[in-house]
């Protein structure tokens, strides 16, 4: 079934603002959506990753896996989502050749430290109201809620 202009729409506006993170930083799902002026559609934005294609030859998907940094989105507390078998311990991987921390505990939970690592700028370049800030993040008693700094 084909998507609908509006679900095109979003799919490649997520996977335009994703390919926005710098390599070595995270942001959550929310911060996506927020980005795009839908804070309540945090959930598609999983949604949109999931459906990323791969570059496999013989495919001619403008977006997919190889272009566009599908590991560098967590979720608000900084917790790799498990999305199937073996998801979460491959977007741990793919963050560590990055360059980013990941801690594991013993119940197979990934985390990243979103004070360090987190990526949370007031808009995405090239939006017309565009001043670049850095994106320089506060996380305020080191649960995962972080303020933006001037």
């Known amino acids: 079934m084909a998507r609908s202009d509006e679900a ?28 795009l002026g839908q804070p309540q559609r945090s959930r598609q934005v999983g949604v949109c990753l999931k459906h990323l294609p791969s570059n496999s030859p013989g495919t001619d998907h403008y977006y997919h896996s190889d272009n566009v940094p599908w590991q560098r989105v967590v979720n608000a507390k900084g917790m790799i989502s498990h999305r199937g078998p073996g998801s979460a311990a491959r977007q741990a991987l793919v963050l560590e050749e990055e360059g980013v921390a990941v801690q594991a505990d013993s119940m197979g939970e990934y985390s990243i430290d979103l004070g360090r690592y987190g990526w949370y700028p007031e808009r995405l370049a090239g939006d017309e109201s565009d001043e670049s800030d850095g994106g320089s993040v506060k996380d305020e008693g080191g649960n995962g809620e972080v303020q933006l700094e001037s």
């Open 8 to 35: 095109e729409w979003w799919f490649n506006a997520v996977y335009d603002a994703v390919q926005q993170i710098p390599r070595g930083k995270v942001t959550s799902y929310g911060h996506i959506a927020r980005l």
